[in-house]
């Protein structure tokens, strides 16, 4: 009863986000092939991992979990049966002085079972106006750990506009997720210059940078 459950609410969830946004899938730099993958996306809005989760092509949706914060996912019992049962989400503590599980190895463990995962490498919600915030150092102890993992770039176009922080009713507006080329962790490479590296890739796939 529960996985049918979860099905149907899956199916309504991907309606809801193509009546929404519009929104289709741009594979730029990679293609929608079985490949276990890290995709790390800018983040702007809760409903960011929901249009990348919409794109994917169901066999890939299937093995893709999404990094998420339990703090936002834990508060109902209807958004932790989103979160858990529709998403197969990796919960994540963000509190350093109340969690029990280190989020590194959370995502450890998920790959290592062979899912691909989804994050959000700014490490919170970007609603000032520079087009994307520094990232926290997770994507660079991950790859650290797991260095033959694929990290695709995903950048998300317009949706802190169809669903602006502190909003309930979402505004229907075009929105795109756009896949780039894969990278990884190269030989020596230290934190900062990795971080640096995934960073300008993001960002060099915002249009707005582009069209400067």
Known sequence: MTTILANIMATA?????????AVRGI????????????YFANHTSNGDFV???????????KRT???AAADYWLTSKLRAFIGREVFNAVLIDRNP????????SQMIEATDAGS???IFPEGTRNSGPEPLLPFKTGLFHFATQRPDIDLVPVWIENLNNVMPKGEVI???????????????????????????????????????????
């Open 51 to 61: 249009l990348i989760w919409t794109v994917l092509p169901p066999n890939l949706r």
């Open 65 to 67: 979990r999404p990094i």
């Open 97 to 104: 002085e109340t969690r029990t599980d280190d989020p590194i």
């Open 27 to 38: 594979w730029d730099g990679v293609e929608p092939v079985a490949t276990q993958r890290i």
């Open 170 to 212: 979402p505004l229907p507006l075009i929105c795109t997720v756009k896949f780039g080329t894969a990278m990884r962790l190269q030989d020596g490479e230290e934190k900062e210059a990795f971080l640096a590296r995934t960073h300008a890739a993001l960002l060099a796939m915002d249009e707005r940078e582009i069209a400067a």
């Open 13 to 21: 969830i991907e309606l809801l986000a193509r009546t929404v946004t």
């Open 116 to 118: 691909s995962l989804i």
